[in-house]
């Protein structure tokens, strides 16, 4: 997304005339204008995604027939931390996880990441091998959304597909920043590629990169056209992993989108949608309110804390309301 415009998702009764909506949003200085059919149908709305000259007021968005006008939300990967930022590929491939271990506070070989033991815990405590006597995630695709997924991990025959926002375009199978690979290796890494077995080792991966806005988090619009473009395609049993949401100490429920929770509520009558609950706590103050925000609150997404070794919250790990 260019700094000097504004993204808006706006939807319009599903009669309203499309080429109308079109020509009104051009004559108004609109930048782009791009239909979203696959949503649209699910919805049972007609929904676009509008960018708009910077500055532009959501207000003026609201022509005949429309029914919701959303401004863009960008969504962190968590709060600022040392090190989140552009890594060397080099970096990237040589870590286990795509990350540094930041148990270890450095970047870790293979061979140390498997000596500890840690993540085989990890996977015991989760009861996943009593799950692989079932099924180890064969048939299923899992749609890791975030930062691009370091292709060299995952065979081809392993990809489901790839997106990237075509107004930001972006190889889906490269990642600069580690951390959609950290999610991909987690969820499905498998041993005979990447030396050991994430959580479905037999799963496929499908890589979705959206745009990411000025201060490094994803774009909503962009996560949106993902979406609708995934939509489209026949995957099968999907599972979504969005390791990022809106934080803040408190509840920012005026810049959630509300077609966007519409789209949880929708894909939840076909796929698992997860999130990663945040790690907000530790900012916020343990006196705080809940501080697990917008989509990753939804009954109808799987939102995952963090907990240390002895299976206690960890300080930083976003709560929900009541706890």
Not at 189 to 217: C, E, H, Q, T
Request: aromatic share 8%; proline share 7%; charged share 15%.
């Amino acid at each position: 997304m260019a700094s000097d415009q504004e993204n808006f998702v706006v939807a319009f009764h599903p009669d309203t005339s499309i080429d109308t909506i079109v020509s009104r949003y051009q004559q108004m200085g609109a930048l782009d204008v791009g239909r979203l059919p696959n949503l649209s149908q699910v919805l049972s709305l007609s929904i676009f995604v509008v960018a708009m000259p910077e500055g532009f007021p959501k207000e003026r968005m609201a022509l005949p027939g429309v029914v919701q006008v959303d401004s863009e939300v960008e969504h962190g990967f968590f709060l600022p931390m040392p090190g989140f930022d552009p890594l060397p590929s080099s970096l990237i491939q040589a870590a286990p996880l795509g990350r540094f271990d930041l148990t270890l506070g450095r970047l870790a070989t293979l061979q140390e990441f498997l000596a500890s033991g840690d993540f085989e815990a990890i996977l015991t405590t989760i009861q996943a091998r009593l799950a692989w006597a079932w099924n180890r995630g064969g048939g299923t695709t899992i749609l890791i959304i975030d930062t691009g997924i370091d292709g060299n991990r995952v065979p081809a025959h392993r990809r489901a597909g790839g997106w990237s926002d075509p107004s930001a375009p972006s190889d889906p199978w490269r990642d600069t920043f580690g951390h959609g690979t950290m999610c991909a290796m987690v969820a499905a890494a498998n041993r005979r590629y990447n030396g050991f077995d994430g959580v479905a080792p037999d799963a496929k991966i499908f890589s979705l990169k959206p745009a990411l806005g000025p201060s490094g988090g994803v774009l909503g619009t962009s996560v949106i056209k993902g979406l609708d473009y995934v939509l489209g395609l026949k995957l099968g049993p999907v599972v979504t992993n969005q390791s990022w949401g809106v934080f803040g100490c408190h509840s920012p429920l005026a810049s959630c989108h509300v077609l966007a929770a519409q789209l949880v509520k929708a894909l939840s009558r076909g796929a698992i949608t997860v999130w990663a609950a945040g790690n907000n706590k530790g900012a916020c103050g343990p006196d705080a309110e809940a501080s697990l925000w917008c989509m990753n609150s939804l009954p109808e997404a799987i939102s995952v804390g963090a907990l240390d070794r002895h299976l206690q919250p960890q300080f930083y790990s976003s709560p929900g309301p009541g706890q």
